[in-house]
T-cell receptor, first 115, second 117 residues
């Protein structure tokens, strides 16, 4: 167990719908990262937040958005869902001080199925 | 941006043999190289990492080497066991100017390792 939690574990929804994925980082970690894992695209970085502020953006679609709240949990919002959005969505967190500042620990993921 | 290539995509070894996975990266500014192990349906799990100021690092049966000049790094697993069967991902990251922020990981395509008993 990495200490990073994600809910829900599974999500099945229809095209055109909107969903929200939730992540709680490890205690004390200020950085949260979102990654998408699909069969054909592998593990792709979507977006990073640090202490409530957006820090870096990757290949994130305009239909997707995220935020990090004062209690440091983060939410990834996916809207106007398409079949191709079906994937595993992982959240990772990293510490903010010391030698561990580089390491990212992944949550169990949310499996999204769009039908 | 950074691009990470990983080879081979699949690797089958006999139990007790060694397994080697190789990765190359494109951005010479990358300075942190972790390896993750992912079992089917599970989260990627950090198994070892190396920073650019180190050429080699070992942890029991796994070791990682880094060649900054050639921009490649490798994972070595010795005395493989059936529980080593999984998908392994290499990644590269550039440490941000603000140390506290951490930084995004660019992943290789993954190597599916099968250890045959």
């Amino acid at each position: 167990d990495s200490g990073v939690t994600q809910t829900p574990k599974h999500l099945i929804t229809a095209t055109g719908q909107r969903v929200t994925l939730r992540c709680s980082p490890r205690s004390g970690d200020l950085s949260v990262y979102w990654y998408q894992q699909s069969l054909d695209q592998g593990l792709q970085f979507l977006i990073q937040y640090y202490n409530g502020e957006e820090r870096a953006k990757g290949n994130i679609l305009e239909r997707f958005s995220a935020q990090q709240f004062p209690d440091l949990h983060s939410e990834l919002n996916l809207s106007s869902l398409e079949l191709g959005d079906s994937a595993l969505y992982f959240c990772a967190s990293s510490p903010h001080l010391g030698r561990g500042a580089y390491e990212q620990y992944f949550g169990p993921g949310t499996r999204l199925t769009v039908t | 941006g950074e691009n990470v290539e990983q080879h081979p995509s699949t690797l089958s070894v006999q139990e007790g043999d060694s397994a080697v996975i190789k990765c190359t990266y494109s951005d010479s500014a990358s300075n942190y190289f972790p390896w993750y192990k992912q079992e089917l349906g599970k989260r990627p799990q950090l198994i070892i990492d190396i920073r650019s100021n180190v050429g080699e690092k070992k942890d029991q049966r796994i070791a990682v080497t880094l060649n900054k000049t050639a921009k490649h790094f490798s994972l070595h697993i010795t005395e493989t066991q059936p529980e080593d069967s999984a998908v392994y991902f290499c990644a590269a990251s550039i440490r941000g100017v603000i140390k506290a922020a951490g930084n995004k990981l660019t992943f290789g395509g993954g190597t599916r390792v099968l250890v045959k008993p």
